[in-house]
């Protein structure tokens, strides 16, 4: 977005207006809809409402909610999506990103220099959600299942919706989600994570490591199936068209392809006249 629309989103939020010498201006994401290190995901509902209700809210440090700890506001919010990118559970990956301003004085030119620097990274958000629902049972209160163990091949974890309020959002070392933070790349969180956090997180690692290899075997399958009832050309532009596709309708389609498959061999040793052959299995 050019400096001007930026500066007439800042301004009103000011008493009067601005001029790009007088403020710092830089990107945050917030948070986004991957499973984070408390188990705990934000819906696309959830991350839609947060979008609308984020913008003006101030920044601090460490959710300290007193006045001396304000050092920055959003005063633009936009939810993006990410359509190469897919999450543990198979959605795609939509985050939500501010641009936050600072009016620029004596006292903060450290920070503004730690934020460009890399230092002062990684945020986190606070707000209120009324509904935390089981992602394996659909339960929105206590249930069997522990958020970040794997169960028949499925993770547990809790969906976040209904936001009914935002707080703040804040600098801290170690945020709860991996990915939030003043930066356009995405990496890992600073700091030393605590035991119960890194042992989700190596849950998260391998079950995104399992994801990605059941993707493979699945896409092969596939390409088998394609090389048998398309042509060359027409089965690599079907698979090109996989890559969009989540786990569970890429099995979809294995299933529908094996289906069709396996009717047509059916039809073809069925003898005129006789009564249906049972389908068979590969």
Not at 23 to 47: H, P, Q, S, W
Not at 128 to 141: D, M, V
Not at 211 to 221: F, G, I, P, S, T
Request: hydrophobic letters at 35%.
């Amino acid at each position: 977005m050019e400096q001007n629309k930026l500066l007439e989103q800042l301004n009103r939020f000011t008493r009067r207006k601005h001029t790009a010498q007088e403020v710092y201006m830089f990107d945050v994401i917030l948070c986004d809809n991957e499973v984070d290190r408390d188990g705990e995901c934000f819906t696309r509902k959830a991350l839609e409402t947060l979008c609308r209700r984020f913008e003006g809210v101030t920044g601090i440090f460490d959710h300290d909610p007193k006045g001396s700890q304000q050092t920055a506001r959003i005063f633009a919010t936009e939810l993006l999506e990410d359509p190469a990118r897919r999450t543990a559970y198979g959605a795609p990956y939509t985050y939500l990103k501010a641009c936050a301003y600072m009016i620029r004085t004596d006292s903060n030119q450290d920070l503004i220099r730690e934020i460009d620097g890399g230092i002062k990274k990684e945020v986190s958000v606070s707000c209120a959600a009324k509904t935390s629902r089981c992602s394996l049972c659909g339960s929105t209160g206590a249930c069997s299942h522990e958020k970040g163990k794997v169960y028949a091949g499925k993770l547990c974890y809790r969906e976040l919706d209904d936001i009914s309020d935002v707080y703040e959002w804040s600098f801290v070392a170690v945020p709860a989600q991996v990915h939030a933070g003043v930066t356009k790349q995405f990496g890992g969180s600073a700091g030393e994570e605590d035991p119960v956090r890194k042992a989700l997180q190596a849950q998260l690692d391998a079950h995104q490591q399992a994801v990605a290899l059941a993707r493979q075997d699945a896409e092969k399958q596939i390409r088998r199936l394609l090389a048998v009832t398309h042509s060359k050309s027409a089965a690599d532009a079907v698979m090109q068209g996989l890559k969009s596709m989540s786990l569970p309708q890429l099995y979809d389609y294995k299933e529908a392809l094996s289906r069709d498959f396996s009717g047509r061999c059916a039809a073809q040793l069925q003898p005129e006249g006789d009564a249906p052959l049972d389908s068979f299995r590969m």
